[in-house]
DNA sequence: CTAATGTGTTAGTCATGACTTACTGTAAGT
DNA sequence: ACTTACAGTAAGTCATGACTAACACATTAG
């Protein structure tokens, strides 16, 4: 499942700061690396990570290379939880009426 | 954060499958374990997970012990993605007119 | 062509996590 | 009270992941 490499990239607090960053607009890997607690080649991981989950994409500019998120990988998981949201809440209302008529 | 929990929690397979099974209804812990590949004590150790991340809530029931989905727990991570799904796709489209403008 | 800038990669370390087996604790049945 | 069923805990193993430092590669500037 993609999902489990989606859901694992998103746990690390280090990836969800770079990703949020990303959520501003495009960057290249120095400019997130400024100002981050980690070193450059860290958040080059870190990109790779969020590239293979799908979140992101990248595209070389000059000699750079710049980082966009991929609004279709976040769809995705976004879409799982959706369904997920749905049957769990039904089935929690169908719980908690069988209690009222205990 | 406690996102880092929920997304740590739902990241693992096996989670992932158990906090399924719960999403049809409220099981016990050896009902969940019947029919996984991994141990009643693995099965255990992941619930205790879903709990810490607020995904799961237990109650007991005679000599069972009952779990059952937090509805609130997950609606707190799809908040969280909700809004990061909105200034994400807003960036995106910004970059795109400013590609095309180009 | 050479130097400088920007980035990916490799090797190695340290911590964390998923799993099993064995044990402990608790509630219900006889 | 003793036994049986159900579940959490402890200890130990094995794999994975986050990080840094050092290196290799590509692009632009002079």
Redesign the interface.
């Known amino acids: 499942?993609t999902?489990?490499l989606a859901?694992?990239a998103?746990?690390?607090?280090t990836r969800?700061a770079i990703?949020?960053r990303?959520?501003?607009?495009?960057r290249a890997v120095g400019e997130l690396a400024d100002g981050m607690p980690v070193s450059r080649p860290a958040v080059s991981q870190h990109l790779k990570v969020l590239k293979e989950a799908g979140l992101v994409t990248d595209r070389p500019e000059g000699a750079r290379r710049v980082y966009?998120?991929d609004?279709a990988g976040?769809?995705q998981?976004?879409a799982w939880?959706?369904r997920?949201?749905n049957?769990?809440?039904e089935?929690?209302k169908?719980?908690v009426e069988r209690e009222e008529n205990a």
Chains 1, 2 share one sequence.
């Open positions: 499942m999902n489990t859901f694992a998103l746990a690390d607090p969800r990703f949020e990303l959520a501003v607009g495009p966009q998120i609004p976040l769809g998981i976004r939880l959706d997920f949201w049957t769990a809440l089935s929690f169908a719980e």
